[in-house]
């Protein structure tokens, strides 16, 4: 096979594999689809012990089945992109390879089977399979609000995390050992349980000093929550969509999300 036929065939099945402009690649996408679903009711079916009882060996052959499916298809995956190592160490990469992993491990160490619902991740190929540009559109705008809010988000969650171990430290030393409150971090977990208003009930105050710190705590839970939800909605104000993104993918780089225009990869330079 000469070097342009041997292009011309990576080029093909790197277009119905990766994207979902053509009808084939549409039709690959939706069949993937029902095969992760399926793969993952089968999952599903095989902890029931009833049904895993009465259908062992139907369920054994239906999981290979899958697994050399996607086997093969993690494997077209990589001789189809321009940089193999970037497709394997990127997230859907290796979302990819332990989907299968678990089922070739099983071979040797019980137990690993139920990790196969780490495929329902694979879903998310959904939002290029119908081609839906708005989701496409807002999927970017949220990214990029998460990316601008990451410094005022890190600063949140260290002030957060230094409130509550003030608070479980206090009621630590409020409420000891005879209530509960046995060691720090234990005092610790009750602050995090409190303050995220969830609330298990394992661990209660008794004193009236402890009991008013735990509805300080409380209130101020309610007040924490929407700290975050305004830095995020803040950055999604700021971000300005103004072009539409299509499902095309980068044959080299394998990334996502270029606009509908774009004639080179806007990471890695490659022509579309």
């Known amino acids: 096979m000469s070097e342009s036929q041997k292009n011309t065939w990576r080029s093909k099945m790197h277009e119905v594999i990766y994207e979902a402009d053509t009808p084939l690649g549409k ?43 996607f086997s093969i298809e993690y494997i077209a995956r990589i001789i189809c992109v321009g940089k193999p190592f970037r497709y394997i160490f990127s997230f859907m990469g290796l979302v990819d390879l332990l989907s299968i992993l678990p089922t070739y ?27 839906i540009a708005r989701y496409l559109s807002e999927a970017q705008t949220l990214m990029k609000a998460l990316k601008a809010s990451r410094p005022k988000i890190t600063v949140f969650m260290g002030a957060v995390i230094s409130l509550v171990i003030i608070m479980g430290t206090f009621m630590y030393m409020i409420e000891g050992d005879a209530h509960g409150f046995t060691s720090i971090p234990k005092s610790v977990y009750w602050a995090i349980v409190t303050l995220t208003t969830v609330g298990y009930g394992d661990i209660a105050p008794q004193t009236p000093l402890g009991q008013t710190l735990a509805s300080m705590i409380m209130i101020m839970g309610y007040a924490i929550i929407a700290v975050p939800t305004g830095i995020v909605s803040v950055e999604l104000s700021n971000v300005q969509q103004d072009k539409k993104i299509t499902t095309r993918v980068c044959a080299e780089c394998s990334q996502e999300g270029h606009d509908d225009d774009a004639v080179h990869c806007k990471y890695c330079g490659a022509k579309l």
Request: glycine share 2%; net charge positive; aromatic share 16%.
């Open 27 to 69: 039709w690959f996408d939706i069949f993937l689809l029902v095969a992760i679903v399926a793969s993952v009711a089968v999952v599903m079916l095989e902890s029931i012990k009833s049904f895993r009882a009465d259908h062992a060996e139907l369920l054994f052959r239906l999981e290979w089945a899958f697994t050399i499916f």
């Open 105 to 131: 491990i099983g071979l040797f160490v019980t137990g690993t089977q139920s990790l196969l619902v780490i495929r329902t991740i694979r879903l998310l190929r959904i939002f290029r399979i119908f081609k």
